[in-house]
């Protein structure tokens, strides 16, 4: 039996077609998973500063914030892509507990006594929002892990677990 001549090109180009296709889907994972270790390395360094200035949490997690917002998540597997989102709407939340702080960490023992002075039940108010919001970080961590796992990626590092 004598085989065509087209059926050997046939076959490259299939195989081919679909060494691409496996290259065009695993694209933005790698991609995304980059990203996620830069936020992770930015993050660590930032931790640094924590350590040195407990207050300036608040800027960094600003910073970070705005990092996580640019990381492309177009292309990505639907649950990964939602659970990132999901990350961002949990992350900006918590941004928006610090909206009006001033933006020196060195301001902000001054600017929480006025706020108190004007508002006795302000702390309690703040409390009750960073309990809460900490709460969602927490089921936002554990998804991202779960992600992570299934794709490949380390978890966004926050918090403490940013700077041990």
């Not at 090109?9 to 695993?26: E, H, K, M, P, Y």
């Not at 177009?74 to 709407?89: Q, V």
């Amino acid at each position: 039996m004598r085989i065509p001549r087209i059926l050997p090109i046939l076959l490259a180009v299939c195989l081919g077609i679909f060494s691409l296709q496996a290259q065009t889907v695993d694209a933005p994972l790698e991609r995304f998973k980059k990203d996620m270790a830069a936020l992770n390395t930015y993050s660590r360094k930032k931790g640094v500063e924590l350590k040195a200035n407990p207050l300036a949490g608040m800027l960094i997690f600003r910073s970070l914030l705005v990092e996580a917002k640019a990381v492309q998540t177009d292309a990505l597997p639907d649950d990964l892509k939602a659970a990132f989102s999901d990350a961002i709407t949990t992350m900006t939340k918590a941004v928006e507990i610090f909206e009006g702080w001033p933006d020196q960490p060195d301001d902000a023992i001054k600017y929480l006594r006025e706020r108190v002075a004007e508002d006795p039940q302000y702390m309690e108010t703040f409390s009750a929002k960073m309990n809460a919001v900490g709460k969602q970080m927490a089921t936002m961590s554990k998804r991202l892990d779960e992600m992570g796992n299934k794709y490949g990626f380390e978890n966004l590092q926050t918090g403490d677990s940013a700077h041990q």
